[in-house]
C-alpha cells in the first residue's frame, strides 16, 4: 500500500465497521530501499515517513515500524493472539502488542 492513498483508503474502508478509533494501532513494516546501479531509491524509508505523515493526519501515532536498508521483510499478524512476527534474513522478531 502507498501511503499517500493507501491510508484514506484504509480508513474508509473501516468506517461503517463499528470499530473504535481508541482500539486501532498502527504497526508498519517494509518500506526497503531500490539499488539501481550507483544509486539507491530510499523508495522505503521515504514512504515509512509518508505513512507517519498521513498517520498523524487522522491523529494516530505508528505503534511500531521497521523499514529501509537492502534487506526483505515479511511481516505476519495472527489476529486471534495479535502476535506480530517480523521475518528478515538472520533476524526473526516476534512480540504482542500490550
Known amino acids: 500500500m502507498f501511503a499517500d492513498t493507501g491510508i484514506s483508503r484504509c480508513f474508509n474502508a473501516l468506517n461503517g465497521r463499528r470499530i473504535l478509533r481508541s482500539n ?3 504497526y508498519l513494516a517494509g518500506g526497503r530501499s531500490v539499488s539501481t546501479g550507483p544509486t539507491t531509491y530510499k523508495i522505503g524509508p521515504r ?14 501515532q505508528v505503534t511500531v515500524g521497521d523499514g529501509g536498508g537492502g534487506v526483505n521483510r ?9 502476535m506480530i512476527k517480523f521475518k528478515e534474513p538472520g533476524r526473526p522478531r516476534e512480540f504482542t502488542p500490550n
Open 47 to 60: 514512504n515509512l515517513k509518508a505513512a507517519c505523515y498521513f498517520l498523524n493526519i487522522f491523529g494516530f
Open 24 to 26: 486501532l494501532r498502527i
Open 74 to 82: 515479511t511481516l505476519h499478524l495472527k489476529l486471534e493472539t495479535e
